[in-house]
């Protein structure tokens, strides 16, 4: 049978309207209560709220709701802030094969990114941000989250895409078979929180050779009559099960992943081509970027990708070729392809691309180790979505060290619970939620304080 | 009140008869009650006549002989957990399930205890046996082995979140390593419970690669960066309260009184301050935490290791700070410095006494320490604690006999069994091997999953049947090389061998084969390979920000139906001496071949409608195909819900 049938087979077996990636929210949490871990409240024995729909608040804000998809690029090892994207021309120390030029008053190292150099009127830039904490994978999970990983409701605070990933669960048809929410090139991206495993990243690696795991070594054939074999020995315990419901929802899963078998539409999103690959600089950033093009335009329900590019912690020879140059290329040659096809697709408008580091790098003259260490003061890159293109937000000091000039309405560094506030708004996720199925029952805020209105979107990124 | 009485007399004859199932006429009890156990033809079915018509069509269940008993824990029973358990149950007119057939327990309890499936010879051996008392010398047998010292080292390593490195801090190999031997060693040897949590509150070393001392490295894991050294007392002391009290609120309080936040979440909480629990975090005020650099490594000289130290501040627990992780600590009026004071007892240190030698005293010797170290034991044995989340007690809601004004309710869902639970393991001096026996030679734990009649949810605080959970990623991967008797040799970076660099030698642990033999959980145990990628889609966690789950996920099932971990050893390849698994068991016949299969992987033989649709399965395309069908055959087994869950 086509994939078309095998579909409508599936789902006339399964004819609620719940999407292949999804649980039913919070009946299954009672239902997973018998598979979940610690983290999890089972409600009704701590005689809190009841297992049926939460209590979920917020107040009326206005929000961008521009964006369909986001594709979130975490520069891991926290990059150079003063020699990228809030450049500065160190006399005596910034190499000149950096190539400052200016246009429309912005400084931009045209040496180290010609291609993002050429295209400066798609993207802004955000330079009055500042970290919270300089410690790598603190402030990494702090980005992802957008809170304070050690605060209290750290350890069970969901990714951001997670969020998205649960709020858009609703716009997913039963015809869409991939993940929500998909990690690339991303094995420590943090996870989903106290939500449901199906709000999890999805965390794959690009190959030419597509999604893992998604054909068995033994063939199509053989793979088909084991899974009918599967069904027709062991359904007695998958369906009604007598040892209980958590059986029948790990069914669910082998259901979904036989939907991501063999199929030509997960094969053709998850693998590059190398006409594509050398496109995009011929690097597993680029290909990555490849597959997320790939993944959105397939529209299979994916509306939040993390891309990870590490390697920016460079306390040593910052500027030797194979250091801040080759790294710089490689983001350089990826993230202005994905820009340009998804122009050319006419999908740029309706996604938002985030792009920031975990903290940004000490500034002026080198240190002894001929590096930059880490410092608070830092950069972050918008684009798509209606974002206005070459719009500078803020600016710093001659050395990159202070902010001058903060550039936006609440007129204090920008931190990343905005950026966090900024990616909902303009995915019309009103920031200002609160869901009270957390577990330790006191609310989880999808921007902390959020009642107090200490975090909120950079609406001059669409001004 | 019929009930009642059917229960006590089906009790009274299984104790007057050691034996199971009771028949009349070896009770003479039953003689008077024997016609109402007939089922009637007509008419409407009593309680027990379902009961017992149920109790006798089990025998016709897959692949298993007749349950052995129907559930007869009652009051009287000499496990004090049945008899907490079966009070409630007929307080609240619940019917329990039937208790397990010998295959479902002497799997359950194998991979409970040890943390893989037991072999065929084991199951068989067990099933065979006539010995009455078979299930508890099983259970003590198995507490006898490596793999049980294995599989609770697996599981305090997740709770004390030994890992070489967290969002936080790097302890490295060498200090994860320390630790996992002290964890290790310390199960080994049988160690009280208090002496080991008394070890590690009141740790002392300046070297914490010494993996003679590896308790130190419970300090530098609680460490926190970005503030002022109060942060770092309060995360280690929050550590403490979560791990040996159960009392994750006190993370809250660090920040902020309990009014206004946790007034709604904990009685207990709601009435304390942050005052309060800085005098917890005071007994941590003079541990200085620290790393040291290792001496240059002239091979390596830009690499930069530490390790770590406690050594001593000298100043008390000081409300000086504006800036870190958490709010500002000022003055309270003239009180600029904190004193220890055990908020719970209001015991301070000894003059002159060392702090956390004081707090370890107070700590262990608290009901709580008890009550947090068996629900902990609880959870794991029975999916769900009695305090549920493990971490979330409430001490002003756990007394039955001082039950907390409405409209708070007891916080236990059986507030006497835990506190009998907790006194019984204090008595036992705190024998966690005595505990966990008293676990698991219960009815209560030897119920089936399979529940006779209607499940409601409402019934699953009185642990009225079993609650499946999927296995851990770890017994995934020792079940199938078990099952296969294929067993792997991985040479884990950082563990396997001695590590000579930075001036310290810290021996190696050698290869290993079983995956609970791994001191961690992040990229054991081939480095980061297919095989660990393979395991971390069974969520077992970072041992920092992601705890162990048993969530499901896509990712879990692609990889049990194509991942090559198990592909490869289902192929029927090689002869004589390279003959794999398949190849050896063709030679047997259809019946033979099929009840390895099930014995092997699922630890029980197929029920008559199995071996017939598997039998059928193998012979079909006739003999040029029945290599290809046996493959096919493995592979569902291993696909089998009742492989990956522990029912």
Redesign the interface.
């Known amino acids: 049978m086509n994939e078309q049938e095998k579909f409508d087979k599936l789902f006339r077996k399964y004819p609620h309207p719940v999407a292949t990636f999804s649980q039913k929210p919070h009946l299954s949490r009672r239902h997973f209560l018998n598979i979940a871990g610690t983290g999890v409240t089972a409600s009704w024995l701590a005689g809190n709220l009841s297992a049926a729909a939460p209590v979920i608040t917020s107040t009326p804000v206005q929000m961008q709701n521009k964006a369909k998809n986001v594709i979130f690029i975490l520069l891991a090892g926290a990059p150079s802030h003063t020699d990228t994207f809030d450049y500065k021309d160190i006399q005596g120390t910034t190499p000149t094969s950096f190539s400052p030029d200016t246009a429309n008053g912005v400084m931009f190292p045209t040496g180290l990114m010609p291609k993002l150099a050429g295209m400066m009127n798609q993207f802004a830039i955000v330079r009055s941000m500042q970290a919270w904490a300089l410690v790598h994978s603190l402030a990494q999970t702090w980005t992802q989250i957008g809170r304070n990983p050690a605060g209290v409701l750290g350890n069970v605070s969901p990714n951001i895409g997670s969020v998205v990933a649960i709020e858009k669960n609703a716009d997913r048809t039963p015809s869409q078979v991939f993940p929500t929410f998909l990690a690339l090139n991303s094995a420590g991206a943090a996870g989903p929180g106290y939500f449901p495993a199906s709000y999890a990243p999805f965390k794959v690696n690009p190959t030419n050779t597509g999604l893992k795991n998604t054909t068995n070594p033994d063939g199509q054939t053989r793979f088909n009559a084991r899974w009918d074999f599967l069904h027709h020995l062991d359904d007695p315990l998958r369906v009604n099960s007598p040892y209980g419901t958590p059986l029948e929802d790990y069914d669910e899963f082998y259901t979904a992943a036989n939907g991501m078998m063999y199929n030509p539409v997960v094969t053709k999103a998850f693998a590059y081509s190398t006409a594509d690959s050398t496109a995009y600089g011929n690097t597993s950033f680029g290909n990555a970027c490849v597959l997320a093009r790939q993944v959105l335009a397939a529209n299979q329900g994916t509306r939040y990708i993390e891309i990870t590019l590490g390697g920016w912690d460079m306390h040593v020879n910052i500027y030797a070729q194979n250091q801040l140059p080759t790294l710089a290329k490689q983001l350089d040659n990826g993230l202005s392809q994905l820009i340009t096809d998804l122009k050319t697709a006419g999908m740029l408008d309706e996604t938002l691309i985030v792009m920031a580091g975990e903290f940004g790098r000490t500034v002026g003259k080198l240190t002894g180790a001929a590096g930059r260490d880490h410092y608070p003061q830092q950069f972050a890159f918008f684009a798509g979505a209606g974002v206005t293109g070459g719009k500078v937000i803020g600016s710093t000091d001659a050395l990159g060290a202070n902010i001058v000039d903060y550039g936006w309405s609440r007129g204090r560094a920008v931190k990343p619970e905005d950026i966090e506030s900024t990616i909902y708004s303009a995915m019309g996720i009103n920031w200002t939620t609160v869901r009270y199925d957390d577990p330790l029952g006191r609310g989880f805020y999808y921007v902390p304080n959020s009642d107090q209105d200490i975090y909120g979107p950079i609406n001059e990124l669409w001004q | 009140m019929k009930r009642i009485k059917w229960l006590g007399a089906l009790l009274a004859c299984a104790t007057a008869t050691g034996q199971s199932p009771v028949s009349d006429s070896q009770c003479s009890y039953f003689g008077a009650e024997r016609e109402r156990f007939v089922p009637k033809p007509k008419g409407a079915e009593s309680d027990s006549a379902r009961l017992t018509r149920q109790f006798y069509a089990q025998s016709t269940r897959?692949g298993s002989p007749i349950r052995n008993r129907p559930y007869q824990g009652t009051q009287a029973s000499s496990n004090l957990i049945d008899q907490y358990i079966v009070a409630d149950l007929q307080k609240n007119n619940i019917t329990p399930a039937g208790i397990t057939t010998d295959y479902e327990f002497v799997r359950r309890v194998t991979l409970d205890l040890t943390g893989r499936i037991p072999t065929t010879a084991v199951v068989t051996q067990f099933v065979a046996s006539s010995d009455p008392n078979k299930r508890a010398t099983y259970i003590d047998s198995l507490m006898a082995t490596s793999q049980w010292v294995d599989k609770w080292t697996m599981f305090f390593g997740d709770l004390y979140k030994n890992t070489q490195?967290?969002?936080?801090v790097t302890i490295r190999p060498e200090g994860r390593n320390a630790f996992y031997k002290y964890i290790h060693d310390s199960i080994a040897a049988d160690k009280p419970y208090n002496q080991m949590a008394t070890e590690i509150i009141a740790a002392k070393g300046t070297n914490s690669f010494d993996q003679t001392n590896g308790q130190v490295n419970y300090y530098p894991l609680g460490i926190?960066?970005?503030g002022p050294s109060q942060d770092i007392f309060d995360?280690q002391t929050a550590n403490i309260a979560d791990q040996f009290l159960g009392l994750?609120h006190v993370?809250?309080l660090l920040?902020h009184n309990g009014a206004g936040?946790?007034t709604?979440?904990s009685l207990w909480g709601g009435q304390t301050t942050r005052l309060q629990a800085w005098g917890l975090s005071a007994f941590i005020a003079k541990t200085y935490t620290h790393s040291i650099a290792t001496p240059k490594d002239p091979n390596n000289p830009?690499a930069s290791y530490n390790y770590y130290s406690l050594d001593a501040y000298t100043t008390d627990y000081a409300l000086n700070t504006t800036t870190g992780?958490r709010p500002p600590r000022q003055p309270l009026g003239t009180l600029k410095t904190v004193t220890p004071d055990y908020l719970f007892t209001g015991q301070t240190p000894a003059s002159g006494q060392d702090y956390r030698t004081a707090l370890a005293q107070f700590v262990t010797s608290d009901f709580q320490f008890a009550r947090a170290a068996v629900n902990y034991q609880w959870?794991q044995f029975f999916?769900?604690g009695i305090v549920?989340?493990?971490?979330?007690f409430d001490p002003l809601r756990l007394d039955p006999n001082n039950p907390p004004p409405a409209p708070w309710?007891l916080q236990p869902?059986n507030a006497a069994l835990l506190n009998a639970l907790a006194q019984n393991f204090i008595d036992s001096g705190y024998d966690l091997k005595k505990l966990q026996r008293l676990i698991v030679t219960s009815d209560t734990y030897q119920l089936a999953?399979?529940?006779n009649g209607t499940?409601d949810?409402?019934y699953?605080?009185y642990f009225a049947?079993k609650?499946?959970?999927?296995m851990w990623s770890e017994e995934l991967h020792d079940s199938v090389i078990t099952a296969i008797n294929t067993l792997p040799s991985y040479t884990v970076s950082g563990f396997t061998a001695d590590s000579t660099v930075y001036g310290v030698t810290s021996p190696g642990f050698g290869k290993i084969s079983y995956a609970m033999q791994a001191p961690d959980v992040v990229n054991m145990p081939d480095n980061g390979g297919a095989v660990s990628q393979l395991l971390d889609t069974f969520?077992r966690g970072n041992r920092d920000?992601?705890?162990?789950?048993?969530?499901?996920?896509?990712?879990?099932?692609?990889?049990l139906?194509?991942?090559?971990f198990i592909?490869s050893r289902i192929q029927a390849t090689g002869s004589g001496a390279t003959a794999s698994y398949v190849t050896n068991a063709l030679a047997l016949s259809d019946q033979q071949l099929i009840n390895k299969f099930y014995m092997d992987v699922l630890s029980r033989n197929p029920s008559a409608t199995?071996m017939s649709?598997?039998a059928a399965?193998l012979e079909t395309g006739g003999a040029a195909n029945r290599k290809?069908n046996a493959?096919?055959?493995l592979?569902?087994l291993f696909?089998?819900?009742?492989f990956?869950?522990n029912?």
Request: glycine share 6%.
């Open positions: 897959a490195s967290n969002v936080q926190v960066g970005g995360n994750a993370n809250c920040c936040h946790l709604t979440l830009n992780n959870a999916g769900v549920d989340p493990p971490d979330q309710t869902t999953s399979e529940y499940w949810d409402s699953a605080p049947r609650f499946v959970r999927r969520l920000d992601q705890p162990r789950k048993e969530e499901g996920s896509i990712l879990q099932t692609l990889g139906m194509n991942d090559n592909e199995e649709l598997v399965q290809n493959v096919d055959i592979w569902t696909n089998k819900v009742d990956v869950f029912y």
